[in-house]
Nanobody, 115 residues
Framework: VQLQAFGGGLVQPGGSLQLSCAAS????????MGWYRQAPGKQREWVGH???????NYADFVKGRFTISRDSAKNTWYLQMNSLKSEDTAVYYC??????????WGQGTLVTVSS
C-alpha cells in the first residue's frame, strides 16, 4: 500500500483546512485509516482514525474540531480541521493499518497555523 497526503498549508488561527490521503494498492487487509501529527521538537502523536466499518475515534485534543471521513470508491480519506489553533501546527501523516498492527505511512504534509 502506498499513501500520499495532500492539502497542507498556512492557515490563520480559527480557520479550517482539509487534508486528504490517497491510497494505492490493495486495501483488502486494511482495518483503519487515520492521521498522526508531529510538531517541532515533539514525538509523533495519534490524531484519529476511521475504521473500514465506518466508526471513528479521535484524540481528546481534536474532538469537536477535526473530522475524519473517507471515500471508499477512491481509496481516499480526509481530515477536516476546523477551529485551528497555533498548537495544531505540525507535519501531518496519514496512516493505514491492519488489525494485526502492520502500518503504512504517507510522506507527511505541513500544516502551519499562524497569523
Amino acid at each position: 500500500v502506498q499513501l500520499q497526503a495532500f492539502g497542507g498549508g498556512l492557515v490563520q488561527p480559527g480557520g479550517s483546512l482539509q487534508l486528504s490521503c490517497a491510497a494505492s494498492g490493495s486495501m483488502v487487509d486494511i482495518d483503519a485509516m487515520g492521521w498522526y501529527r508531529q510538531a517541532p521538537g515533539k514525538q509523533r502523536e495519534w490524531v484519529g482514525h476511521i475504521r473500514t466499518r465506518g466508526d471513528t475515534n479521535y484524540a481528546d485534543f481534536v474532538k469537536g474540531r477535526f473530522t475524519i471521513s473517507r471515500d471508499s470508491a477512491k481509496n481516499t480519506w480526509y481530515l477536516q480541521m476546523n477551529s485551528l489553533k497555533s498548537e495544531d501546527t505540525a507535519v501531518y501523516y496519514c496512516n493505514a493499518s491492519t488489525a494485526w498492527g502492520r502500518n503504512w505511512w504517507g510522506q507527511g504534509t505541513l500544516v502551519t497555523v499562524s497569523s
